[in-house]
């Protein structure tokens, strides 16, 4: 049986484990340097660990899971990688570099059970969720990539908005963060990490009470329930009012910005009229949102969504704007590179598929 990442455990449960195998918990510190400040990839190269300990470790964990398929490198020095778990399933990572620093967009599930009608994700059912180990072990792999060009860049946003349904996998994602933003390792501030989520009530609230700290981003998508229910088959389930009502939870109990996504798909939810009923929708909360309008990447299964034109994205800016909303519009990293999330996956995926129907 394959053996889990030691990148999944947080400091304190590493001290833990080391007391529960009979070593001192000082130790886990050194430890946590070799991986997160070293980078080590291999348990004997820990050379401050005495080598009992190591031993063990090495017994019971490995440190690398995930293995490199595929890299491509867009013009404007986006990467996107594809990942290989050690059961075969190929995940996706993205790196993108802004001026503000380097952010890394991360995969929570192996495919995506909310099934909304506009993206590649949903287009393959979820097998499974990631462990902790697993979405930490996506930042590092993208981490060692740049530690070996030897420019000295760090990793310093995150993003969980690739693959899968954060608060679906809500234990995993949470230990992830705590892996990540602990000052002792990697560092990166719950202010640089921003969640999405397609909007599951239960778990936003449960997000709220919380110590997490992280932005959170809502794929709102829509201004009323029949068109969101249309685009986003989890509105039955989360319409918009309960929706609105965990946010202004949310809000209350962490005094935080917000974001809400609004994908921008042609005809659908692009006109003047939605754009003023969004404004109407955000009324008292928009001190605290911000509308981050998102221009669709078309995904070849869905060609029933046109992205809107650079006037209509343009025209929307500017009601919000009217209309006092705070918006902003997503600058599109990658666009060579099958930018769409999810895309390069499903296309690996589908065209593996057609290599052994075809017995080649
Ligand atoms: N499942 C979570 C996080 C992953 S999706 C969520 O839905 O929020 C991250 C963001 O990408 C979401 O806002 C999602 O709606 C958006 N997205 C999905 N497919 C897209 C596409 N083809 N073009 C542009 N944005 C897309
Ligand atoms: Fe899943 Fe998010 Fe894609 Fe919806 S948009 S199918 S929730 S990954």
């Given at each position: 049986?394959?053996?889990?990442?030691?990148?999944?455990?947080?400091?304190?449960?590493?001290?833990?484990?080391?007391?529960?195998?009979?070593?001192?918990?000082?130790?886990?510190?050194?430890?946590?340097?070799?991986?997160?400040?070293?980078?080590?990839?291999?348990?004997?190269?820990?050379?401050?660990?005495?080598?009992?300990?190591?031993?063990?470790?090495?017994?019971?964990?490995?440190?690398?899971?995930?293995?490199?398929?595929?890299?491509?490198?867009?013009?404007?020095?986006?990467?996107?990688?594809?990942?290989?778990l050690q059961d075969g399933n190929l995940i996706e990572t993205v790196l993108m570099r802004h001026k503000f620093g380097l952010s890394v967009c991360?995969?929570?599930?192996?495919?995506?059970?909310?099934?909304?009608?506009?993206?590649?994700?949903?287009?393959?059912?979820?097998?499974?969720?990631?462990?902790?180990?697993?979405?930490?072990?996506?930042?590092?792999?993208?981490?060692?990539?740049?530690?070996?060009?030897?420019?000295?860049?760090?990793?310093?946003?995150?993003?969980?908005?690739?693959?899968?349904?954060?608060?679906?996998?809500?234990?995993?994602?949470?230990?992830?963060?705590?892996?990540?933003?602990?000052?002792?390792?990697?560092?990166?501030?719950?202010?640089?990490?921003?969640?999405?989520t397609s909007g599951l009530v239960p778990k936003i609230r449960e997000f709220a009470d919380s110590d997490l700290g992280t932005n959170l981003a809502?794929?709102?998508?829509?201004?009323?329930?029949?068109?969101?229910?249309?685009?986003?088959?989890?509105?039955?389930?989360?319409?918009?009012?309960?929706?609105?009502?965990?946010?202004?939870?949310?809000?209350?109990?962490?005094?935080?910005?917000?974001?809400?996504?609004?994908?921008?798909?042609?005809?659908?939810?692009?006109?003047?009229?939605?754009?003023?009923?969004?404004?109407?929708?955000?009324?008292?909360?928009?001190?605290?949102?911000?509308?981050?309008?998102?221009?669709?990447?078309?995904?070849?299964?869905?060609?029933?969504?046109?992205?809107?034109?650079?006037?209509?994205?343009?025209?929307?800016?500017?009601?919000?704007?009217?209309?006092?909303?705070?918006?902003?519009?997503?600058?599109?990293?990658?666009?060579?590179?099958?930018?769409?999330?999810?895309?390069?996956?499903?296309?690996?995926?589908?065209?593996?598929r057609k290599r052994v129907a075809e017995g080649n």
């Amino acid at each position: 049986m394959s053996k889990p990442s030691i990148y999944g455990l947080t400091l304190d449960q590493l001290a833990a484990w080391l007391a529960e195998h009979g070593h001192k918990k000082s130790r886990a510190l050194q430890i946590w340097n070799a991986l997160y400040r070293e980078r080590v990839t291999e348990f004997s190269a820990m050379t401050e660990v005495k080598q009992e300990c190591r031993d063990l470790l090495a017994e019971h964990f490995a440190i690398e899971t995930l293995e490199e398929h595929t890299r491509q490198e867009s013009a404007d020095g986006t990467i996107k990688f594809l990942f290989r778990l050690q059961d075969g399933n190929l995940i996706e990572t993205v790196l993108m570099r802004h001026k503000f620093g380097l952010s890394v967009c991360v995969t929570t599930q192996v495919g995506c059970n909310i099934g909304c009608s506009f993206c590649a994700s949903g287009l393959l059912r979820k097998s499974r969720d990631l462990t902790s180990g697993e979405i930490v072990g996506q930042v590092m792999k993208v981490q060692l990539h740049l530690d070996r060009r030897q420019r000295d860049e760090l990793v310093t946003h995150i993003v969980v908005m690739g693959i899968g349904e954060p608060f679906d996998n809500f234990e995993h994602m949470s230990n992830f963060i705590r892996v990540i933003r602990d000052h002792k390792g990697l560092a990166i501030g719950p202010r640089h990490i921003t969640v999405s989520t397609s909007g599951l009530v239960p778990k936003i609230r449960e997000f709220a009470d919380s110590d997490l700290g992280t932005n959170l981003a809502i794929s709102l998508h829509a201004p009323n329930n029949e068109i969101r229910t249309q685009i986003m088959k989890i509105n039955r389930a989360y319409p918009i009012e309960p929706l609105m009502e965990a946010i202004d939870y949310y809000l209350e109990k962490t005094n935080r910005r917000i974001t809400l996504e609004y994908i921008l798909l042609r005809d659908i939810n692009d006109q003047p009229e939605h754009a003023l009923e969004l404004a109407q929708l955000v009324g008292s909360r928009r001190n605290l949102a911000n509308v981050n309008l998102i221009p669709y990447n078309p995904v070849d299964e869905h060609s029933q969504y046109q992205r809107s034109s650079k006037e209509t994205i343009t025209a929307f800016y500017d009601t919000l704007k009217k209309n006092n909303i705070s918006c902003s519009v997503r600058l599109e990293h990658g666009v060579d590179i099958d930018a769409a999330c999810g895309q390069l996956r499903s296309k690996q995926i589908r065209s593996e598929r057609k290599r052994v129907a075809e017995g080649n």
